[in-house]
């Protein structure tokens, strides 16, 4: 599964999160963060299960890639 990046940017937009936030609701790195909405990190498990746990009513069509 590859996080849907554009989805998690509106997301951001849309509720005015800071990457900061971002990284603190998903219980991750700032600079994880920073990475995986740049495309330079596809996130594995904390960051695939700290997206799920920060969009809970998103369904996993929208928020990740499916392979």
């Given amino acids: 599964m590859k996080?849907?990046?554009?989805?998690?940017?509106?997301?951001?937009e849309r509720r005015k999160w800071t990457g900061s936030q971002l990284?603190?609701?998903?219980?991750?790195?700032?600079?994880?963060?920073?990475?995986?909405?740049?495309?330079?990190?596809?996130?594995?498990?904390?960051?695939?299960?700290?997206l799920i746990k920060t969009f809970p009513d998103a369904e996993l069509k929208d928020l990740f890639f499916l392979d």
Avoid: D
């Fill in 3 to 12: 996080p849907n990046i554009e989805y998690v940017k509106q997301e951001m």
């Fill in 23 to 50: 990284a603190m609701k998903m219980g991750i790195s700032r600079m994880e963060v920073s990475r995986l909405l740049r495309g330079k990190r596809v996130g594995g498990k904390k960051c695939i299960g700290g």
